[in-house]
Antibody
């Protein structure tokens, strides 16, 4: 069974940093692109970033470019999102998802709160 | 970025009703479109991929159609368990973008 378990969320002050993690199981992690998708409270879904199966290619939505870094450790079956210079508008539930176009599997999300 | 315009933003229908949601892309995305269902407090669930293909295990009352810029998602006979918000999402270009969602409620 495919499982994605996120962690690392919390309350952080504007300008602060946070590192999210996602541990994968139930599939060969190194075979798949992985993505982060976020959802602000009461709002819709926003794709944030994705990374190729070998980590050689990464893409970001414009609003996080230069502030967020997606990475992965295939030996640890883990996906990461390093978030720097956090803003109030980054407040959201962050989901880890398998895939780059079609996300068949999602984690339960980890909540990041940046007060205004 | 490709803009995805979904309508309506919400709807109320009776059990057994046919429900239709539309999604329009700001440019041609061929059939690179997915539909997701998100129930309250849960992660999204893939229902339809490549515009019209039903994901394994998803009830056949759900269907999708369209290509290019105009897409339709249909629930042929609304069931109580279909109460959720539905999102379209394009994956023709980066960044991937979602429609704003359609909240489906029971009348």
């Amino acid at each position: 069974e495919v499982q994605l378990v996120e962690s690392g969320g919390g309350l952080v002050q504007p300008g602060g940093s946070l590192r999210l993690s996602c541990v994968a199981s139930g599939f060969t992690f190194s075979d798949y692109w992985m993505s982060w998708v976020r959802q602000a409270p009461g709002k819709g879904l926003e794709w944030v970033a994705n990374v190729k199966y070998d980590g050689s290619e990464k893409h970001y939505v414009d609003s996080v470019k230069g502030r967020f870094t997606i990475s992965r450790d295939n030996a640890q079956n883990s996906l990461y999102l390093q978030m720097n210079s956090l803003r109030a508008e980054d407040t959201a539930l962050y989901y880890c998802a398998r895939g780059t176009g079609t996300a068949r599997h999602w984690g339960q999300g980890t909540l990041v709160t940046v007060p205004s | 970025d490709i803009q995805m315009t979904q309508s309506p933003s919400s709807l109320s229908a009776s059990i057994g009703d046919r429900v239709t949601i539309t999604c329009q892309a700001s440019q041609d995305i061929s059939n690179y479109l997915n539909w997701y269902q998100q129930k309250s407090g849960k992660a999204p669930k893939l229902l339809i991929y490549d515009a019209s293909n039903l994901e394994t295990g998803v009830p056949s009352r759900f269907s999708g159609s369209g290509s290019g810029t105009d897409f339709t998602f249909t629930i042929s006979s609304l069931q109580p368990e279909d109460i959720a918000t539905y999102y379209c999402q394009q994956y023709d270009n980066l960044p991937r973008t979602f429609g704003q969602g359609t909240k489906v409620e029971i009348k």
